[in-house]
């Protein structure tokens, strides 16, 4: 089932190794990467961008139209609260 990290080694272990990854696969089988956080009053919201080339090598792992179509927004997830 591992979709994703078949394109290279780099990215493969980078969504296995460590435990507490930046990559994310939501139910959609989309796969994410936080690229950072937002303080607000009450909470600290994950911003997590939906990535459409490997980081590392390169490679196209995902469309953008795929990306909008399972997930149902633009670019960017909104925070969770
Ligand atoms: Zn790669």
Not at 26 to 36: A, D, F, R, S
């Amino acid at each position: 089932m591992q979709k994703f990290g078949s394109c290279c080694k780099d990215l493969y272990e980078a969504m296995i190794v460590p435990p507490q990854t930046f990559f994310r696969i939501e139910e959609n089988e989309v796969l994410y990467l936080t690229i950072g956080y937002t303080q607000t009053d009450e909470c600290v919201g994950w911003l997590d961008q939906a990535i459409i080339f490997c980081p590392f090598c390169g490679v196209q792992i995902q469309d953008r139209e795929e990306i909008k179509n399972k997930s149902h927004v633009d670019n960017v997830s909104d925070a969770v609260s």
